[in-house]
């Protein structure tokens, strides 16, 4: 058997008051793709930030090719032929698409060129290996004008960039669609079958089975083993990963909601130019609404303007009570609408702050300067939001940013579920939880808007997880090119012609 | 046109046009203004101000605030005149003296900031009063400095068209921004320099060495700085302590006009030129009204800045909002 | 055509320096010239500047008071070379060709700063025995009055070993810091305080403040001597509370207007120029205090 | 603002180092400058150098304060100092005709305005806080000298006048009274409404924090009025105590004082979380070395080192860096 090319052993990691790490192993080969599998919070993220220089281990060695190393810094690990790509996006958003993949590496003029950065060969470069993922965009315009997705893409071609020895990569795919996944995959066999050494974390476990080799699995911050995939079922890695035979699979009521339901929110020709075609759309009582579509198919845009995030500049959105348009996230919150954004670093959590006063920021906001409620009462909702949802957090008083991105999206799903609003708009929700968390929240989701009396909420439930959409939702609405392309009753479509109809050619 | 009302660099645009608009409202006001070499002593005037801003503008850029440059400023001319004229060093030895003392004052406070995990604010503002404070121990008097070499760049003419002339310290000055937009541009250095603005917590885990941009940066400030004092010395052929007083808000001020946002990553190091124009433009408008007591001077200097970034900033909203 | 006269000014610093710029404004209006003003803010840069855009607007004959004493010879070069004649006010300046201006009219702070000691000797001399312990409040540091009146005073008080300055400190030439400097040199009771000595008058009225909350008469308790002879000054006297001004002259306008003429005329005019100052105790307040303008 | 948990160490309570640099500078003091830490009963009122100390620290204080809600929401203003300059002013030109209140009241009113124009500037049209902020920091104080020509302009009457920045209260100077009023009501306002957190929530993310539906505008208008009201308090109490308005010097580069009382305090000029009591301790910090360095009779030529050096000295023993070695 060959040697790994990198190995830990022995790592312990705490920090002020959280033991993130003990003693923890991990063996790479080359060759292989090792999968590293865990419940949020299991510390996946954390042995990845060891291991790139980012913390400094309390204790443990790593070995590279059997010689000890200990990079202090990321440039070290890159400099050994470590290349990682992190959990959140961490590209610089001024910069421009071809600069945050070559920052670092620039190609340079020669000599007699005066040393400088060569900027035809630095867009050429970038626009080559963002084809490797078949992502054409344009490469000089700032990285912040794109999606999250695109981001993420960009972010996985910067790694891709340079060979290395090594490639690292936690949740890679969390927001990314099926054919960027696919080919996200074909790259990465290409790479493996060239010797590199890939780590790859994911809560999915298809992905975990078509791409890896060799699956180690994290319990509480422990190493629970090490395993070959093939030999490895399913069921078997879940339970080692939650660490107890399941509890009995709750049996999935599916107490339907009646199909009466009056609206609550309709969207009329609401569009942006830009953003989206004009779009109409309705979401009753007790219902839940998925949006399907591909990358750039206008979902998240939608959601904005549903929530008055962007403002539209044709079309308008009827509420109980009122019709007009939003013209702040306000005016939504006040008619009931919650919107939990897809890009929880920017958008969503208030890093410094704690877990409870994330949880109730916007409930607070909605009262205005009166507290909401006491101390206690404060207390006793976070706390009541933490066990519901399963956050992993030392306390209520910990900031959020101290979390593992699973659980502060967790925590900022308690945020909008606190305001009990009418309406619920999901952008990506499961992105970044693990396996079970999922189970629950897409359970939840079905109890919040099936209640029997007829009073649940209404949810719009956006995925690039086709199944989770189809899993949830009462209706489908595709959108494609940034308009809609269709609607279709649960029941009605499965997921191969779903598939067919968002990936179709726009019509002339 | 389209094309330049979507570039990022509008802003800057918007500010040329608007200082165009203020030198000839200038100029149809009052006899004289409309001279080459009114246009030309802008630069001659502010060299040693744009050559700050040259330096500031990357500061800023990397998400920092450097408060000692005017302090430094000073302190070098104080250096350069004891140096010269008490203890009598030759001039060219005196020049590269006070260069490597600003860059390695500034690597000091760069590296200061970056071990310590500190807020440049505070650790330049400490800066700004060890400079000073320098200046007032090797004298409390102002030392007149007549080194010949000193003298001759003081009173070099460099003449143009029309007998119009430029002084060799407005080169320089011409030639640092130069340098300073390749550096910005052209180099590893300033792409991570912007890359420490837009987000420094990213650039550490792109693997960029942040701790030595850092360091590099405020070094290049703090060399900028005490290149503008040498220009100053040259200017005024005098050390003082009490020179350069409130330059840093002046250097700050003309980057931000110049469209560098403070909280860094976004701007232009050439907008060191038009935001040090538009407030050379302002003074000069109102040492030529002339009439002006010396609070309407303070009012009008408010109101015309307030004119000038209220207009830059509705047509920069307008060009977002289309 | 009327004389056009371009004039920089340092500021608007102190109360000595707006009746300066009063008695020049007022006083060209009187005389027919047309005054360009233009206040630099305690800047040389900006008075340099200044003197450039006289330059380019081509004005008869330039004036200015310095910020500082050296670095003035390339500009005052220029205006050589354009043909405009310069008139120093209130200060000199230092440079290597003094036919770079024309003449100086202003007044001699290390003369005040003499004065004022002069004063304190006499009065010590009535007084023989017992030793004075001096406090003084300087003005900001670095600038020219701080550094000449300190200078003057400092040489005559060497005449008598009794008199010893104990503690010196900045006031910024402000009443606030002058006040806030004053309390703490009355909170350490080592050595009694005799006399104070302030660069200006801001700063001792201040320092009466302090005084007088300390429990103590000044003018009686401390003696107080000061500089610039400012109306507040004069009131103060004649309330007892200040012992002595020496006068430092802003209302130098009309000389200053009248010179301008000659010079513009090309009648020889002397190089240096020195205004009538005073020395104001607290005895002649009460009469003098109607006739102060400023 | 949210409570701390409870500190396992002394030296992990946010507060424990600014106060141990306020307690090692009070002490050098103590030890070099014989008596400096004596009190007594003068007047019916206590006097030394601490009371000073306090008593000088006020107007600061109350700057630090305002300073410290602007630069929690990433902001700055650098129009302090002009605000003091007005205030003081309006109320110095206004009390002698038109008596003590309507004096108080207008130059509270004029500092108002300035905090309404910079929070317009800000929020409204956007401009960056530094560059709005310096608009009114330049014309301020000439908008002040325009009010009095230019001159001093001497208070005589009425002697109640005064009281606010010179007089006594219960053996205790009446500015410190203000400070404790102004900085308790504050902090009630920051605890007892949500305010504090959403101004933490506007300086940490301002998208995030709109998207949740905070007024982000609002809540930044509404630190730049609080902030010149602050500011213009300080104004009449520096006027108050030394019974004149001196538009030019009033309040000179307070701004930067504040901001480094913040600073020291253990605010980040990158927004977020703020310490109220933090920032007083900062400007007692300030004041302090000020004072020992008057009463150690350091040469004025080098008192800016001395001052540099402390500085230096605070900012790096606060430094994060020695918490990780000890944690
Ligand atoms: N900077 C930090 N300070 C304090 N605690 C931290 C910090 N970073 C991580 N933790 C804690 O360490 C533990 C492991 O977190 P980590 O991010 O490694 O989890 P993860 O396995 O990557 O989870 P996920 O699947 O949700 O990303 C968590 O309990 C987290 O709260
Ligand atoms: N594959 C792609 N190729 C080119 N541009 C893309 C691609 N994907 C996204 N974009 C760009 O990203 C921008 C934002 O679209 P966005 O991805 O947010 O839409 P979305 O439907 O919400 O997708 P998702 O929610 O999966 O991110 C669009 O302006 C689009 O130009
Ligand atoms: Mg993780
Ligand atoms: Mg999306």
Redesign the interface.
């Known amino acids: 058997m060959t040697k790994p090319v990198l190995d830990l052993s022995g790592i312990h990691k705490s920090f002020p008051g959280v033991k993130a790490l003990t003693d923890v192993s991990l063996r790479l080969f080359p060759g292989e793709v090792h999968a590293l599998m865990g419940q949020n919070g299991a510390g996946k993220s954390t042995l990845i930030k060891v291991l790139t220089g ?1 913390y400094q281990p309390d204790a443990g060695t790593i070995t590279l090719d059997g010689n000890p190393i200990a990079p202090k ?3 070290d ?2 400099d050994l032929g470590i290349r ?1 790509v ?1 959990q959140e996006v ?6 421009s698409v071809a ?2 993949i070559c ?2 590496r ?1 190609p340079r003029k020669s000599w007699l060129g ?1 040393g ?2 060569d900027w035809t060969a630095v867009h050429t470069e970038a626009r080559r290996v963002l084809a490797q993922m078949d992502l054409d965009i344009d490469v000089a315009a ?1 990285l912040s004008r794109y999606s999250l997705s695109v981001q993420q893409m960009v972010a996985i071609a ?1 790694a891709l960039r340079i060979s290395a020895r090594v490639l690292i990569l936690d949740e890679p795919t969390s927001s990314l669609d099926d054919a960027a996944v696919q080919r996200l995959f074909t790259v990465l066999r290409r790479l493996r079958d060239q010797g590199l050494a890939i780590l790859f974390v994911t809560h999915f476990l298809d992905q975990t089975y078509a791409l890896a080799d060799r699956i180690t699995v994290m319990r509480n911050g422990e190493t629970e083993g090490e395993y070959l995939a093939a030999d490895l079922s399913r069921l078997a890695l879940v339970n080692k990963m939650v660490g107890a035979p399941p509890d009995q699979q709750p049996t999935r009521l599916d107490s339907r909601a009646p199909e009466t339901g009056a609206p609550v929110l309709k969207a009329v020709g609401l569009g942006r130019r830009g953003a989206l075609q004009p779009l109409d759309m309705e979401l009753k009582r007790g219902e839940v609404l998925g949006l399907a579509g591909l990358l750039g198919s206008g979902r998240t845009e939608a959601a904005r303007l549903l929530f008055g995030a962007d403002t539209a500049d044709e079309g308008h959105v009827e509420t109980e009570g009122r019709s007009g348009r939003w013209h702040s996230p306000r005016e939504a919150i006040a008619a009931g609408i919650a919107f939990c954004s897809e890009d929880r670093k920017h958008e969503g959590a208030i890093l410094d702050l704690s877990v409870r006063e994330n949880i109730l920021l916007a409930l607070q906001a909605r009262s205005g300067l009166r507290l909401c409620m006491s101390h206690e009462q404060q207390q006793a909702l976070a706390d009541d939001y933490i066990k519901r949802l399963g956050i992993k957090t030392a306390s209520a008083d910990t900031p959020i940013g101290q979390l593992s991105g699973g659980n502060q999206q967790k925590a900022l799903l308690a945020r909008w579920l606190a305001t009990e609003p009418a309406v619920l708009i999901l952008d990506e929700p499961t992105r970044g939880i693990d396996v079970r968390a999922k189970e629950d929240l897409m359970d939840a989701v079905r109890a919040l808007a099936h209640k029997e009396d007829g009073t649940g909420m209404s949810i719009l439930f956006i995925s690039s997880e086709l199944p989770e959409v189809l899993h949830c939702s009462d209706r489908v609405l595709v959108l494609r090119d940034r308009r809609a392309a269709g609607e279709y009753r649960r029941g009605e479509l499965d997921e191969r012609s779903v598939l067919e109809v968002i990936a179709a050619e726009p019509a002339a | 046109m389209k094309r330049l009302l979507s570039a ?1 660099s509008f802003t800057s645009w918007v500010s040329v046009v608007l200082m165009a608009v203020l030198f000839i409202a200038g100029a149809a006001n ?4 409309a ?1 080459t ?2 246009v030309l ?1 802008l630069l ?2 502010n060299a ?1 101000l744009l050559v700050i801003a040259v330096g500031m503008s990357f500061v800023i850029l990397s998400g920092g605030i450097d408060l000692s440059v005017g302090s430094v400023l000073a302190l070098t001319t104080m250096v350069a005149a004891w140096l010269l004229q008490v203890a009598q060093w030759p001039a060219e030895a005196v020049i590269v003296l006070v260069l490597l003392g600003g860059a390695a004052f500034g690597a000091l406070q760069g590296g ?1 900031i970056h ?5 440049p ?3 330049t ?6 400079a ?6 090797i004298s ?5 400095i ?1 080194a010949p070499l000193f ?1 001759a760049l ?2 070099t003419q460099i003449p143009l068209l029309g007998g119009a002339f430029l002084s060799p310290g407005a080169v320089i000055a011409l030639v640092v921004l130069g340098l300073g937009l ?1 550096i910005a ?4 250095f300033g ?2 320099i ?2 420490l ?3 420094e ?9 942040v ?1 030595r941009t850092k360091v590099a940066v405020y070094a290049l400030s703090g060399f900028c700085a005490s290149l503008a004092g040498l220009l ?1 010395a040259f ?4 050390g ?7 330059v840093e ?1 002046d250097a ?2 003309a980057v ?2 110049g469209g560098t ?3 860094g ?2 701007g232009y190091v050439a907008g060191a030129l038009s935001g040090v124009l538009v407030l ?1 433009l302002i ?2 408008l ?3 009204d ?10 009008v ?3 015309l ?2 004119v000038f ?2 207009v830059q ?2 047509l920069s ?1 307008k060009k977002a909002a289309s | 055509a009327p004389l056009v006269m ?1 004039f920089s ?1 340092v ?2 610093e102190s109360e000595w320096r ?1 009746a300066n ?1 009063a008695s020049i404004k007022a006083a060209a209006k009187e005389a027919g010239i047309t ?5 630099a ?6 008075q ?3 003197i ?3 330059i ?3 004005v008869d004959v330039i004036a200015f008071s310095p ?8 500009v005052l ?1 220029e205006a050589k070379t354009a043909g405009i004649p310069v008139i120093l006010t209130d200060r000199a300046v ?1 440079v ?1 060709d003094p036919s770079l201006y024309v003449t100086f009219i202003g007044s001699d702070f290390v003369e005040e700063g003499r004065k004022a000691a002069r004063w304190l000797l006499e009065r010590a001399a009535k007084t023989p025995g017992a030793a004075l312990n001096i406090v003084e409040l300087q003005g ?4 020219a009055p701080a ?1 000449d009146r300190k200078k003057g005073f400092e040489e005559v008080i060497k005449t008598n070993p009794k008199l010893q300055i104990i503690r010196s400190q900045s006031g910024e030439f402000t009443r606030a810091k002058g006040k806030e400097v004053m309390e703490s040199f009355l909170k350490q009771r080592d050595k009694k305080i005799d006399v104070l000595y302030a660069h200006n008058d801001d700063m001792a009225i201040g320092a009466i403040q302090a005084i007088e909350e300390a429990g103590l008469k000044p003018g009686q308790d401390i003696v107080i001597i000061s500089i610039d002879g400012v109306r507040g000054a004069f009131e103060a006297m004649k309330a007892g509370k200040l012992n002595v001004t020496v006068e430092c002259n802003p209302l130098l306008g009309p000389q200053l207007m009248q010179l301008a003429k000659d010079v513009v005329a090309k009648k020889p005019v002397e190089k240096r120029i020195t205004v009538n100052e005073g020395v104001f105790p607290a005895e002649v307040a009460a009469k003098e205090l109607p006739n102060r303008k400023y | 603002m949210s409570s701390p948990p409870a500190p396992s160490s002394f030296w992990r309570h946010p507060l424990a180092r600014p106060l141990a640099a306020l307690a090692l500078l009070l002490a050098v003091a103590a030890l070099f400058v014989p008596g400096f830490l004596h009190l007594e009963i003068k007047d019916g009122h206590l006097y030394g150098s601490l009371i000073d100390i306090l008593h000088r620290a006020a107007p600061l204080m109350l700057a630090a304060l305002g300073m410290t809600l602007v630069i929690a929401t ?1 902001g700055i203003d ?1 129009s302090v100092g002009a605000v003091v300059a007005i205030a003081g002013t309006v109320a110095c030109v206004l009390v002698g005709s038109h008596g003590l209140a309507i004096a108080f009241a207008a130059a509270l009113g004029a500092a108002l305005l300035c905090g309404l124009w910079n929070g317009l ?1 800000v929020s409204a ?8 902020t ?13 009010l009095t020509d ?1 001159q001093i302009i001497t208070v005589y009457e009425p002697a109640s006048f005064f009281w606010l920045g010179g007089g006594y209260l219960l053996g205790l100077p009446v500015s410190l009274f203000v400070v404790a009023t102004v900085g308790g009501l504050t902090a009630l306002l920051m605890k007892r409404t949500a305010l504090g957190l959403f101004i933490q929530t506007v300086g940490i993310n301002p998208v995030a924090a709109r998207l949740a539906g905070v007024r982000t505008a609002a809540i930044v208008f509404f630190v730049y009025v609080y902030c010149s009201l602050g500011a213009g308090l300080a104004g009449l109490m520096i006027s108050s105590n030394i019974k004149s308005a001196d ?1 030019n010097n009033a309040g000179l580069l307070l701004e ?1 004082d504040a ?2 009382a913040v ?2 305090g253990g605010g ?3 927004g977020g979380k703020f310490s109220l009591a933090g920032s007083l301790i900062g400007a007692l910090i300030i004041q302090t070395l000020t004072s020992t360095i008057y009463a150690m009779g350091v040469p ?10 402390v ?2 000295a605070v ?2 023993s ?4 020695w918490s990780r070695r000890t944690a």
Request: glycine fraction near 10%; include cysteine; proline fraction near 2%.
């Open positions: 980012l810094r990321t440039e690990a890159q990682t992190y961490n590209l610089c958003p001024n910069l600069e945050n920052a670092g620039f005066g400088r950065i700032p910067r | 990022p009052y006899t004289g203004f001279s070499q009114v002593n001659i005037d040693f200061v071990v310590f995990k500190l807020q604010f505070i650790v503002l400490a800066g700004m009063f060890l000073r404070g320098l200046c007032f121990l409390v008097d102002s030392v007149t007549d003298v003081s009173q390749w541009h052209c180099t590893a792409r991570t912007y890359a603005g837009g987000s917590a990213s650039a550490l885990m792109m693997g960029l060495n701790g100053f200017y005024m052929l005098s003082y302590g009490q020179h350069g007083q409130g808000l700050i001020a931000v006009i946002v403070l909280t990553g976004y050379g003074q000069t109102i040492a030529f002339g009439t002006l007591s010396s609070w309407w001077t303070k009012i200097i408010g109101a800045l307030f970034c209220a900033r509705l909203l | 371009g000014q500021g608007a707006t710029t005054l360009k003003f233009a206040d803010q305690q800047k040389q840069e900006n340099v500047k200044a450039r855009s006289f380019a607007q081509k910020v500082v004493e050296s670095g003035w010879d390339t070069k230092k290597a900001t540091v670095g600038s550094i | 990433r650098v500037l049209l956007g401009l960056q806080p530094i560059i709005a310096l608009i009114l920091m330049v014309a301020g104080r000439g908008l002040a000298q325009l230019g538009a930067l901001i480094l600073t020291l980040q000029l990158s004025p030529q080098v008192t800016m080192v001395v001052k540099a050096i500085v230096f900012c790096i606060q430094s994060s860096i």
